[in-house]
């Protein structure tokens, strides 16, 4: 076994997590590559995390959700397990906390593991329907109101037909693993990862019967400006990007036909996270 490490290389308390989880994985005969970023950190040379897929069986993001988002960027094509070792509190899309580094290790050495297919957003933003540019993304993107700060008036169309003329801060398309996310703090539902859906949510919307929305992940969807004169609206991909949207300009979104797959340990569940991370008690 060969694992793939990467850090988020603004986080220098992640330093001494990328060692002790190198040490854990050698200890147990497992070899391990940085990236060119993290090895960077510690005063090495590493391969560029696009080409893990060629070098490696399995990569390891250490850091939070931030830095298993930005790994979807990072490692590009990768269509291997990813971990995330988070440093403190267990997120929604890692595996495991720097804590449990030993028991990780254990079980990529005796491949021990499950792992949880995630569905992947892909955008497509074109200029005045001529320059397009693709983008990819694993929680949600976001349509929203720009400098001037003012609601913004924009089009929903699904497969060809108008869903409805939104007037909000914005609006977001998210995946079932995005809806833990921003989408969750603009009321979006919460959805189970396996499901095959897309939730569509306006953010803080002029209207309270506009609501979010659950539909087929099979579907397409357009946004568009509906008001030239509200100046540019602000289009960002699982938090990053934002880039300015102007009248004229169109967002195609559909499923990616990649997809991004989460290792998880064996005994851990999903709803278990929702219960910690939410705060659940019951009744």
Not at 61 to 75: E, Q
Not at 115 to 143: D, F, H, P, W
Not at 157 to 172: F, S
């Amino acid at each position: 076994m060969k694992v793939g490490i990467l850090a988020n290389p603004h986080k220098k308390d992640s330093i001494p997590t990328v060692q002790a989880l190198r040490d854990a994985l050698e200890a147990r005969g497992v070899e391990s590559v940085l990236d060119h970023e993290t090895a960077a950190m510690v005063g090495e040379e590493g391969i560029e995390a696009s080409e893990f897929v060629r070098e490696v069986d399995l990569a390891a993001a250490v850091g939070g959700d931030g830095t298993m988002l930005h790994a979807v960027l990072r490692l590009g094509n990768f269509n291997l397990p990813v971990a995330g070792i988070h440093i403190g509190n267990l997120g929604f899309l890692t595996t495991c906390t720097d804590q449990d580094m030993a028991a990780f290790a254990d079980a990529v050495a005796e491949k021990k593991f499950k792992t949880s297919e995630r569905t992947l957003l892909e955008a497509v933003v074109c200029r005045g329907g001529e320059s397009c540019q693709t983008y990819t993304a694993l929680n949600e993107i976001a349509l929203a109101r720009g400098e001037t700060g003012r609601m913004v008036s924009l089009v929903a169309k699904v497969n060809g037909e108008l869903l409805n003329r939104y007037r909000a801060d914005g609006l977001i398309v998210a995946t079932p693993t995005g809806s833990t996310a921003y989408s969750l703090s603009a009321g979006g539902p919460l959805v189970s990862p396996a499901s095959g859906v897309f939730l569509i949510t306006p953010i803080c919307p002029h209207s309270l019967s506009q609501r979010a929305l659950v539909l087929s992940d099979s579907s397409e969807i357009e946004l568009s400006a509906d008001d030239a004169e509200a100046g540019p609206m602000i289009f960002t991909v699982d938090g990053r990007e934002s880039i300015s949207i102007a009248s004229g300009d169109s967002i195609e979104v559909r499923k990616s036909a990649q997809t991004f797959t989460l290792l998880r340990l064996e005994g851990a569940s999903y709803y278990e996270a929702l219960r910690q991370k939410l705060g659940w008690q019951g009744v």
